[in-house]
């Protein structure tokens, strides 16, 4: 598969451990928040997202928190899997609402 | 099945040789938009479409053009492709520029000699 970066911030977790994956965004006036996920030889996938109106959202076996204060993102995954293998990417959308501005990614390793 | 196409897959090309990469979604999306994925730089965008006959820059628009004819179909063309744009491309839809871009293309890897 396709290669999606070679010196990426790497998280490795134990099968069923929770997962934190941090993310800095840039712009104080965005007000869109996305995390993909993107596997091996994969467009990045949507997982879960959360405007700016809110700090916490809730998914499956994700969560978003989002601190304005600090522009600081987090995507936490509960009992992660080894199917949660994957680069994540925080993306933040501009008040404008027309385009995504990408963080670096993060690669998380799940230990069976 | 819900899905976004691009062609090629895979594309060695030489300098200055004019190409094309085609982009297509089936689910009636106004928004399309092309990214470029470098190592270190993550997903950068190059051109969007909020809807037919409307392009914008993203923020690497140099060297690139798009048009968006028809709804469902959003080329993204390289009139003299150089070394540096060498890159991992993706395609993405979504029903509106405000709303998640839920569905990327499978990506086109494109090397430029």
């Known amino acids: 598969g396709e290669s999606v970066g070679l010196h990426l911030p790497t998280l490795s977790v134990q099968e069923g451990d929770n997962s934190i994956i941090n993310c800095a965004y840039s712009?104080?006036?965005?007000?869109?928040f996305i995390w993909y996920k993107q596997e091996s030889g994969k467009g990045p996938q949507f997982i879960i997202d959360?405007?700016?109106?809110?700090d916490k959202r809730q998914g499956q076996r994700v969560t978003v928190l989002l601190n304005k204060t600090v522009k600081h993102l987090s995507l936490q995954i509960a009992a992660t899997q080894p199917g949660d293998s994957a680069v994540y990417f925080c993306?933040?959308?501009?008040?404008?609402?027309?385009?995504?501005?990408f963080g670096g990614g993060t690669r998380l390793m799940v230990k069976p | 099945e819900a899905q976004v196409t691009q062609n090629p897959r895979y594309l060695i090309t030489v300098t200055g040789k004019k190409l094309t990469v085609t982009c297509s979604q089936n689910?009636?999306?106004?928004?399309m938009s092309w990214y470029r994925q470098d190592p270190g730089l993550g997903l950068r965008q190059i051109y969007y479409?909020?809807?037919?006959?409307?392009?914008d820059k993203g923020d690497v628009p140099e060297g690139y053009k798009v048009s968006r004819k028809e709804k469902r179909n959003f080329p993204l063309i390289l009139e003299s492709p150089s070394p540096n744009q060498t890159s991992l491309y993706f395609c993405?839809?979504?029903?509106?520029?405000?709303?998640?871009?839920?569905?990327f293309g499978q990506g086109t890897r494109l090397t430029v000699v």
């Open positions: 993405a839809s979504s029903l509106s520029g405000t709303g998640p871009e839920a569905f």
């Open positions: 712009n104080s006036a965005s007000d869109y």
């Open positions: 959360i405007r700016s109106n809110m």
């Open positions: 993306a933040e959308n501009n008040n404008a609402g027309n385009m995504l501005t």
């Open positions: 689910m009636n999306h106004e928004y």
């Open positions: 479409s909020m809807n037919v006959e409307v392009t």
